[in-house]
């Protein structure tokens, strides 16, 4: 596959007006995604010396986001984006220089948790934002997975600079600026978004004699993609714990970063391709196939036990991380009204924080009671499980799914969609 070939699609995507800031301003709002998890892991090991601490903490941060943020995109979807959008972020700048503060002043441990929880809270779903504004501006399906795919490399190029950098600015500067610049790019890259009000979806009417439209956001294929997200999430959140205390044991902690950035530039090369490729098969196949392809990759995660098998396996690993993110968000986008399709995607990625609030607390407890050799048992547990999850529960995402009829903004009732996959 050529580079033309390869590049040609992502760059007609730009055609859409205001589809380059739009899509610019979430990366930078997505930037604190790993930044914050890692940069609590360091900033609190570092003023304790305890990870299974770094971990819970950590581990709060994202319980609150994960379970807060479809909250926020509801209310988006029914007011807009920007008015609720630029809120949130005075919110997440406010608490999050505040954790840090009592952090580093050796406030009570009870204040570490709790500011910890509302810096999770006040931040939306900005990849879920960014996605609903791909799906307002553009009707071919196939540009939609190619938009969904460059969306996941981008959530990969996040995690492919995230990492060395609150690494670097945590180690070779002090621990609290590595967290601290990812709460100053999250709220810069925020309200950046919030003014573009030209390209947020429209407000959609909703049909008042609908008499279950929350069920709209939270049907069975957003349960069972959001499912096996979980434990997608729990590989996530036990890698970075896992492969920060590994690189610490081998006494190189700053390799911590470059190692994670490899394990993720697998999954943007990936999700390259898959963007770009016309699969045969139902969405709905696709998921299954890429599930199963993400828990045996990540098998080669027992055999860790130097920094050059690290990074050989992490980026193997990398390779299956997007195509399963994107096939399962296609799935739903696919399954579910446009009025509710903002908070149905922060649902189906929720299951990915909850994920990684378990699992950066597993590995935690497994680094410092089993050593971070034997931790990497968590993720490759995890990704093995977020197979079997998939293919229980697939008679589910085979069952027809009608998606409801779309409701102009004038209240008359548009064309339907037909559910795919």
């Known amino acids: 596959m050529s580079p033309r070939t390869v590049f040609s699609p992502y760059a007609r995507l730009f ?33 304790t010396g305890s990870y299974a601490l770094a971990g819970a903490v950590s581990g709060t941060l994202a319980l609150s986001f994960s379970v807060v943020s479809p909250q926020w995109a ?73 938009a969904f795919a460059l969306e996941a490399v981008v959530d990969e190029v996040v995690f492919v600079v995230g990492p060395p950098l609150v690494t ?9 600026v590595g967290f601290l610049t990812g709460i100053v790019l999250g709220s810069v890259g925020g309200l950046w978004l919030a003014g573009q009000r ?16 929350r069920w709209d956001a939270l049907n069975a294929t957003v349960l069972v993609v959001a499912g096996s997200y979980l434990a997608i999430g729990v590989v996530f959140g036990a890698m970075d714990v896992v492969v920060v205390g590994f690189t610490d044991a081998e006494g190189v902690p700053t390799f911590a970063g470059l190692a994670l950035a490899i394990y993720a530039a697998g999954s943007l090369v990936a999700g390259l391709a898959y963007g770009v490729a016309r699969i045969p098969g139902t969405l709905t196949n696709r998921f ?14 027992w055999g860790v036990g130097s920094l050059t098998v690290l990074v050989a396996a992490g980026f193997a690993a990398g390779l299956t991380i997007a195509p399963v993110l994107v096939s399962g968000l296609s799935l739903v ?20 924080t ?48 009608p998606v409801p009829a779309e409701i102009s903004p004038d209240g008359s009732m548009g064309v339907e969609r037909p559910a795919a996959g």
């Not at 030209?198 to 279950?212: R, Y």
């Open 15 to 47: 055609t859409v007006p205001g589809s380059a800031a739009f899509s610019f301003a979430g990366w930078v709002a997505r930037l604190p995604i790993p930044m914050l998890g890692l940069g609590a892991v360091l900033l609190v090991a570092g003023e």
């Open 74 to 146: 509801r209310a988006m979807d029914r007011r807009g984006q920007g008015a609720i959008l630029r809120w949130a972020m005075a919110a997440y700048f406010v608490s999050g220089v505040a954790f840090v503060s009592v952090v580093v002043a050796g406030g009570p441990r009870w204040s570490w948790f709790v500011l910890a929880a509302l810096t999770g809270a006040s931040g939306p779903n900005i990849g879920s934002l960014v996605r609903a504004r791909w799906a307002e501006a553009l009707d071919d399906p196939a540009r939609r997975q190619t």
């Open 168 to 176: 670097l600015l945590a180690t070779l500067v002090a621990p609290p």
């Open 198 to 213: 030209g390209t947020e979806p429209a407000v959609q009417a909703v049909d008042p004699a609908a008499p279950a439209r």
């Open 288 to 301: 299954l196939g890429t599930a199963v392809l993400f828990g045996l990759a990540a098998q080669l995660l």
């Open 333 to 352: 986008e696919s399954r579910v009204p446009r009025w509710a399709l903002t908070e149905a995607l922060s649902w189906t990625t929720t299951g990915l």
């Open 354 to 401: 909850l994920g990684v609030t378990a699992g950066s607390v597993l590995a935690g407890w497994a680094v410092d009671h089993r050593g971070a050799e034997s931790a990497f048992a968590v993720p490759a547990l995890a990704a093995a499980l977020a197979a079997v999850l998939a293919l229980s529960f697939s008679p589910l995402l085979r069952r027809p799914a």
